[in-house]
Every structure is written in C-alpha cells, then in structure tokens.
C-alpha cells in the first residue's frame, strides 16, 4: 500500500513489491549468501544477520514500457545507493524521508534495479549513531515506480486559510519539465466538485503555480469529526489531454499559539498522549499498515489524543491513519540526544537541514501534523548549539508558515534556546531517573522556565515515564516491575492534569523498542522498557492506569 487513498488516476504508479535478492558487502565489496526477502523489511528480520550492523544489497528486475521514471523510495535505513542497470541514479542519508531517482530517455522492457544500503556508524553519519533506538538495516519502507510524462507535479501543498468564519485555500503546485524547451499547459484543481483553476502555464524546467480560492462548505478538521477531502490537481497539454495528475488528502483547521495557549480552529486544545517509536517484534522498523491501525485504535483507546513521532519523521501512511482517526502529530526532525561535540560532526548541519526540508516538502498537507519538533534533547544549552537551533528552527519557518514549532529539551532552565521556539517542552523523569516528588520537581521546573524566555508560552511535559518489564510482577513494586511503572505513571498524571499552565502530557513511551548494542547495559532485553505495551502490544499494568488517567483529563479542553 503507497496511501491510504488513490493519488493517481492518469499517473501510472506502482508498489515495488514481492520478493528481493538480497545480501549483505563486506567492506572490502565481498558478497555474502544470496537471500530472498520481502520489501518493505529490515534484515534484522533475516536469520543470522538479527544484529547485522554494515552493508548490504537489494536487487530487483523492474519492467517499465515508459522512457520516463521515477523511482521514489520512501525510506532506506540509513544510507542508500541507487544503480539502475549498473549506473548510479541516486544517493540519500537518512532512514526517515523520502527520496527519488528521476531516469529519462530509458529502453521499454526490464531493467536491474540495485540498492546498496549501510547502516552501519562513522563520521559520514551525523544523525544515526548509537542510540537509545535502534537504526535498522534495509529498505525499511515501500519502493514505487512511476512512469512519467516529460511534464510531471513533484508536489503539491495545500494551506487552509480561516478568515471571517469561512475556509479558503492556497495551492502551491511544483511542476518539472523533462524534455528541452518550453512547454505550454493548462492547471487546474478540482475540491468538492468545486473547480480551482490555475489558466495556462509555460514550463520550461521548473515552475512554481500558486494561488488562492474561495471555497464553498467546507467542514473544519477536528478529532471529533476529522473531516477529510481530496484535491486533484490535472495537468492537460496543448489539446487538452490529461498528461499527468496528483492527488492528495486534505484538512481544514488551523493551529496557532495565543499566550501561553495552543488553538486549534480558535479553541483551545490540551495535548494527552505518548511518543511512539517505528518498532514492532520481529520486523523492526518495516511496521506493517496493519500494525500502524492497531497502534492508532490502542492510543485512542485509552483516551489519548496526541502522538509525538519520537525522534525523526514517520512513515505518511501512518500520517494518513493520524489524518483520518483524527490525532494530533508532533512530528519531529530526526535527532536523539546529540553532544555539542556530535553537533560539531561536518555532516551534522546538512544531514538535518535535507532531513528538514525533506519531511516538511513530502508531509506538509497532513492535517493531523500539529507542530514540528527538532533537536529532541540535543546542546540547547551551548552558543554553538543554539547557532544550529536557530538554523533549524529558521528552516521550518522559511518552510511552513503555519504550525508552532518547538523542541523537547532536557536542559532546563540552562537552556538557552526557548526564545526562539513557539512551545516549550521539558522531558522529565522525577520517580524513575530522580527521586524527587513529582509536584515539586515540575513546580522548581516551572519557576526555572519563568526566569527565562519560555516565560509566558504553552508548555508540554514532552516526555514523562518509568520502565516495567512486561510479566515482571512483584508484591515488592521494585523497580522494573510492571507494578512500580503503572504506580510512577499514575502519580504523575494525576499531579500534573490540573495545572492550567500545562498544554499537554506525552508519556514515554507507547510501545518498548529495540535500542543499540552499545546501550544495552542499562536497557535489558537491548530494549527501552518504558512502553506501556511491550514491543508485540501486549500491554502492561501501566496501560489500563494510563487509560483511566487520560479519560478522567476527559473535563479538559
Ligand atoms: C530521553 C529521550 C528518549 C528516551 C528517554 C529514556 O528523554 O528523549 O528518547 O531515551 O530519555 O527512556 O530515558
């Protein structure tokens, strides 16, 4: 499955699916044993290679009866290289976006498709190094083939606009011209029945298409009727025919911060939910659709209503779960607890700013996305690192105009960076890393961020938790217990529900998921224990303390 609904009618698109030759390079370009294996998958998921940390290779005959193609790979896990018929057609970092390879002028008929793929940690990686999650290894994420015309729509955004009570949008439409010279074409959208015309454009390479309409009955977007509708966009050449087309799924509200509150559709919202990582049993990262279904229906179920894409991008079809089910997103750029040193890695700065640019241009139309994160517990606390908060934070705005933008920081009231976010979070751990008294620790936490920039903007508690080890029961509560983490999670919500002040409370974690090697010393089973699901859903006693402490905070906006 590419979407949750059809984005192409005129377009021919297909999944890249079924059985892959795969096997792992050493180093030195030696190949290993030649495996079958499905894609999307990790080869974690390959007998002998469970804790494989290196190079590998995919291969796949692909047949196409057009002279253009497009290739887009929606997630290579960590670094992939692209060869079509020996030549190379692309290079990508990052597991967690998308990216393409356009090839012209090609022969009909079949063609060898290879992916290199390595995940293993250097200097070349900035982002995926060892870390309290696991970077898998694989194509971890669905692979389409595209047969384009020489003109084609790389993207489409949609912002909707309130004003005086009724919706308008703006469509900005990018269009590529393959062949040489200009060509003249003609633009239009259809909503609803309504038509959104664009007239007649010349394209010669590139061309950017915006404007803004008018609509008719149009029902806002809100969890409690995620009112959803698809724009196409149909491009027709000189005599009219349909040359190329592109659909996408669309909400209408509008998010903003006001004080120290966050609106949505001019009401305010209180966040209650938990960060979730891409990591289920056996398969790894390579989540199933199903298993995305389930976890939404297992977070709703409980009362929740937010989901924090805990620390990179998510897979869109998960996005358009989130869009349809109606549960607000924090998605975040791709970052884990990286030193000023790390930040300081000569790939650092560019690795984020693609990973940046990359989900904002290919998850920008999701109404669920609420606010984008970045930097999750990285040096806001050092100048160098605020220099790299800035750019970031810059990015975003250049790039979307119209979601809040904040940072989940461990770094207190020493963090230096809360002027220039929207929202302030803290990730605290009081009664698991600390000791300390909930109330108290959160209340010195406050008066901390009320001497500092973040004075007078929404907070959320970003992160707050306790490990249990699932079927660890003991009379005893010690740590570890699945007794203790639901005591620990009940003490804390029901400490911090009330307080006004508070925009929202996202528990660490959902669900348990595989950690590094190098962090398996304090994580045993090498997993982050702090789910209250363990990495097979099965829940643990903290689920259904959750569920009662989240229906209660039902009162709340
Ligand atoms: C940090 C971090 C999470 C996780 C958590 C924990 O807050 O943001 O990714 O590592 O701690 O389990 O300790």
Request: aromatic letters at 10%; proline letters at 3%; a negative charge.
């Amino acid at each position: 499955m590419i979407r949750l609904f059809e984005t192409h009618v005129v377009r021919k698109q297909k999944e890249i699916t079924g059985t892959w030759q795969f096997c792992t390079v050493s180093d030195g370009g030696e190949k290993g044993t030649n495996r079958f294996v499905q894609v999307p998958s990790c080869w974690e998921s390959i007998h002998g290679l469970e804790d494989y940390r290196g190079k590998g290779v995919y291969a796949k005959t692909i047949r196409t009866q057009s002279e253009n193609i497009r290739l887009i790979f929606k997630g290579v896990s960590h670094t992939a290289d692209v060869f079509l018929d020996g030549k190379p057609i692309a290079h990508h970092y990052n597991a967690y976006t998308e990216f393409y390879a356009l090839v012209k002028n090609l022969e009909k008929g079949d063609h060898k498709l290879e992916v290199y793929v390595d995940n293993s940690f250097s200097e070349q990686s900035a982002l995926h190094v060892a870390n309290d999650y696991r970077s898998y290894g694989g194509i971890t994420r669905p692979v389409i083939l595209e047969e384009l015309d020489d003109l084609f729509l790389r993207w489409m955004h949609v912002t909707p606009i309130l004003e005086n009570g009724a919706w308008k949008v703006n469509v900005k439409i990018q269009l590529v011209n393959l062949a040489d010279g200009t060509r003249t074409v003609k633009l239009r959208c259809e909503i609803e029945g309504q038509t959104l015309d664009f007239g007649t454009l010349e394209v010669s390479e590139e061309a950017e298409a915006e404007r803004t309409f008018e609509l008719t009955n149009i029902t806002a977007w809100n969890p409690e009727n995620p009112r959803l509708y698809l724009l196409t966009a149909t491009l027709t050449d000189e005599s009219g025919k349909a040359i190329d087309d592109l659909t996408d799924r669309v909400g209408f509200r509008e998010i903003k911060v006001e004080g120290d509150k966050i609106l949505l559709n001019n009401k305010r919202i209180y966040l209650k939910g938990f960060n979730r990582h891409e990591d289920y049993g056996q398969l790894g990262a390579a989540v199933p659709v199903e298993i995305m279904s389930y976890d939404i229906d297992t977070i709703l179920y409980t009362g929740a209503n937010t989901i924090r894409t805990s620390h990179y991008p998510n897979d869109e079809r998960f996005l358009d779960l989130c869009d349809e089910r109606g549960i607000f997103v924090w998605e975040e750029g791709h970052a884990r607890g990286l030193s000023e040193a790390q930040m300081r890695n000569p790939h650092f700065k560019r690795q984020s700013d693609d990973c940046i640019n990359e989900m904002v241009v290919s998850h920008y139309n999701h109404p669920s996305i609420l606010m984008w994160g970045i930097l999750n517990e990285c040096a806001s606390d050092t100048e160098y690192g605020r220099e790299c908060y800035a750019l970031q934070y810059g990015r975003l705005r250049e790039l979307d105009k119209t979601r809040p933008l904040t940072s989940a920081s461990n770094k207190y009231e020493k963090d230096i960076c809360m002027d220039l976010a929207d929202i302030v979070s803290f990730n605290i751990y009081p009664r698991w890393y600390i000791d300390d008294e909930p109330g108290e620790y959160l209340a010195n936490l406050k008066s901390g961020v009320d001497a500092t920039a973040g004075k007078g903007k929404p907070m959320i508690i970003s992160e707050f938790g306790a490990g249990g080890i699932y079927g660890y029961r003991s009379f005893t509560k010690v740590k570890w217990t699945e007794d203790r983490q639901a005591d620990i999670t009940k003490e804390i919500i029901t400490k911090y529900a009330g307080l006004d002040y508070l925009s929202g409370l996202i528990l660490w974690q959902y669900c348990d998921g595989r950690v590094d090697n190098e962090w398996a010393m304090n994580r045993p089973k090498t997993q982050n224990n702090k789910g209250v699901v363990d990495i097979y859903r099965q829940p643990k006693l903290a689920y259904y303390t959750i569920k009662e402490c989240f229906e209660a905070i039902k009162t709340r906006p």
